[in-house]
């Protein structure tokens, strides 16, 4: 439905995200296709308004769906309540709410032509709620984790929506933070990019 015009470079996703992730676990056949369906969603959606500056299939297998993926890997195993901050095209909430069925994951974004792009891209994720707002104003709403990528982890951290963060960033962004984390996982992907696990309060 969505390959016309598409570069043919969105062909051998499956493989190539499967191979690049498998030194960290295996993803199921369902798992693969739920995401390769939100990379056709998403090069559809971006020749019409800016999600995303990395198109090149290698370059978004890794940056966007494997460290995302790798955070997913790296919560506590059990059921989880997340909110994904700035969601923006669903990273790293959405690739997270795919491995991680028994969580419920809130896709936070507070520009209103994202959320609509975020809740087509969530048909038939049970586990996913898109919510067009300002992180800032989600009040009473109280979560186990938050994640992020695209914000400043400064403003993700002074949110207090959980007790605990997890943030994809530079290693240099995280140096220049004033709040120590708990625990930092480099990232095999991209250049000098690390997970780190940040104890917070609500």
């Known amino acids: 439905m969505f390959t016309c015009g598409l570069s043919a470079n969105v062909h051998g996703f499956k493989e190539l995200l499967a191979a690049e992730f498998a030194p960290f676990g295996s993803l199921l056949e369902s798992e693969i296709a739920a995401l390769e369906r939100h990379y056709f969603l998403l090069m559809h959606w971006n020749r019409r308004m800016n999600l995303t500056r990395i198109e090149e299939l290698e370059d978004a297998v890794q940056l966007h769906y494997c460290e995302s993926l790798f ?7 059990s059921p989880l309540r997340i909110a994904d901050i700035g969601s923006g095209a669903g990273f790293p909430g ?7 069925a028994e969580s419920e994951v809130d896709l936070i974004d507070s520009h209103h032509r994202k959320a609509v792009f975020l809740r087509e891209a969530c048909a038939g994720l049970g586990n996913v709620r898109v919510i067009a707002e300002r992180a800032e104003t989600l009040g009473a709403r109280t979560y186990d984790w938050v994640v992020s990528r695209a914000v400043r982890p400064s403003e993700v951290l002074a949110l207090r929506l959980a007790q605990q963060a997890a ?10 933070l004033d709040q120590k984390p708990v625990m930092v996982k480099p990232l095999p992907w991209g250049t ?3 997970l780190a696990i940040f104890n917070t309060s609500p």
């Open 192 to 194: 000098g990019r690390v």
């Open 167 to 176: 943030v994809l960033m530079s290693a240099a962004d995280l140096a220049a």
């Open 71 to 77: 955070l997913g890997k790296s919560l506590p195993a």
């Open 94 to 100: 959405l690739p997270v709410a795919v491995i991680r």
